[in-house]
């Protein structure tokens, strides 16, 4: 291939072609910033710190052959991907709500394939002094950690990425399906599974490097039957329990977030009840979606719901890279359980079930190979997830101090996960600035009004703090 393109990771392929109408795979997130910037800026900011990234100037093209390749738009127009919002008209709403349902609306709608496949949309005046920055970028270009470090290369003061040593990218890196999927589940994990699979790496060395075409139909339905031999415990689990919250997501999705509860106290009840941060925040999240479920008339008792969370799986020096490192782990929350501190000992005896586990990998590869497969059966295997699952979960640790960018002050950061075949709800931990945002984006059929989950987060943290401070401060080990 010439200088102006590259073949696409086999990895970000499969997150390219996951795409349904209703669950496109975009990461779309909204920074608040104050004072409100001007356009001009922006695309000046862009323009000087993103483009250094190469992967935002290059557009996608797909061959039936040799799968995706990233290709320099030579019709770029910076115009084209930051654009202007027009002020949001309240019609007696608060400006969150306006906001978010503008929000809402940008998650169901694709991004051009003909250019990049990101966009930045700012709306200059919220009204109130600020001006609220809205990103989409799709998921084939990067994950989460890795946007983490996108975001902070284009703020005041930020670093840009190192420059890429000179030759092809393939290779200065090994493959990513193989070193972390194949390789791991044919030495070690086939045998704790009591499975056999002599021959499966040895296959899939051959089907993986060199002559073997990716991307043939035949050659990916025989990787996809040994992926899904492989992962089968996975497959075997049981489905989790059904609830209004379950279901096939339909084409409108709806947003909602928090930012209401301060860091250094999650912190304090953790440290009270021998439980990690992220214990804490997942505990009030199950709390939150059970309360919400009894709301509504459906007795949550007893009912646990799984929720896929992403693990990252390369180091964070090696983020600027861009491209899509991470596994999933299937977490059970336990929505049944009233009692706020059994439910976060509950969640923590689940986490600490996970630590050490292959189950990143293995669902990483399934979705990997799925995502290379046919549409019918690459649907049909992402389906598995569906049924096991009721929610992508992500928890992401943000910077410490509020960050600038032109100038001003970028007050909150919020950010969605897509949802993968007919998973229809999404929820997002970010801790930023000593706070911890709390968002949500759920199908408008299954859960029209994600405020009311998000209202009950808080809540479900009060608790858990009220009880942390009636212990006996003084005794040993509190």
Request: aromatic share 6%; hydrophobic share 45%.
């Amino acid at each position: 291939m010439g200088q102006m393109s590259e073949r696409m990771s086999k990895v970000d392929t499969a997150w390219l072609r996951m795409d349904t109408e209703a669950n496109l795979m975009m990461i779309v997130g909204v920074w608040s910033i104050r004072p409100g910037i001007q356009l001009d800026a922006l695309r000046e900011r862009v323009a000087q710190r993103l483009l250094q990234y190469p992967r935002f100037r290059q557009r996608v093209v797909e061959d039936a052959l040799l799968g995706a390749q990233w290709v320099v738009d030579e019709d770029f127009d910076i115009a084209r991907h930051v654009v202007a919002e027009a002020p949001l008209p309240l019609r007696g709403q608060s400006r969150d709500e306006v906001l978010r349902q503008r929000v809402g609306e940008l998650c169901s709608q694709p991004l051009d394939p003909a250019h990049p496949l990101w966009q930045f949309q700012l709306i200059e005046d919220m009204g109130d002094g600020t001006s609220a920055l809205i990103a989409r970028i799709h998921h084939c270009i990067a994950d989460g950690i890795a946007l983490i470090a996108v975001m902070l290369s284009i703020t005041d003061g930020g670093k840009a990425p190192p420059r890429r040593a000179a030759g092809p990218e393939e290779a200065q890196e090994t493959d990513w399906l193989l070193d972390a999927f194949l390789r791991p589940i044919s030495n070690m994990t086939v045998k704790a599974i009591g499975m056999t699979g002599k021959g499966v790496a040895k296959g899939m060395d051959l089907a993986l490097s060199g002559g073997t075409p990716m991307d043939s139909s035949l050659e990916m339905a025989r990787m996809g039957y040994q992926a899904v031999s492989d992962v089968a415990a996975f497959a075997l689990m049981p489905d989790d329990s059904p609830t209004r919250l379950k279901g096939k997501p339909g084409l409108g999705k709806t947003v909602a977030w928090d930012d209401n509860l301060a860091l250094a106290e999650v912190k304090a009840v953790g440290k009270a009840l021998g439980a990690s941060i992220n214990d804490v925040l997942l505990a009030c999240a199950a709390g939150a979606i059970g309360r919400y479920l009894a709301a509504r008339g459906e007795d949550p008792a007893g009912k646990e719901i799984r929720a896929m969370v992403p693990v990252n799986l390369r180091p964070l020096e090696h983020a600027w890279q861009l491209g899509n490192r991470f596994g999933l782990v299937p977490l059970v929350l336990p929505i049944g359980i009233a009692n706020p501190v059994e439910r976060l000992f509950a969640v923590r005896a689940r986490m600490s079930e996970l630590k050490g586990s292959f189950q990143p990998v293995m669902a990483f590869g399934l979705l990997s190979v799925a995502g290379l497969l046919i549409k019918p059966v690459q649907h049909a295997m992402l389906n598995i997830f569906a049924r096991k699952a009721t929610a992508v979960m992500t928890n992401v640790p943000g910077p410490a101090e509020a960050l600038k960018f032109c100038g001003s002050t970028v007050e909150k950061v919020m950010f969605w996960v897509p949802q993968s075949g007919d998973i229809g709800m999404g929820v997002s931990i970010l801790t930023y600035a000593g706070r911890v945002q709390f968002g949500l984006i759920t199908d408008t059929g299954l859960c029209p009004d994600p405020e009311a989950i998000v209202a009950n987060f808080a809540p479900e943290f009060e608790k858990l703090l009220l009880l942390s401070m009636m212990l006996p401060w003084g005794s040993e080990g509190v």
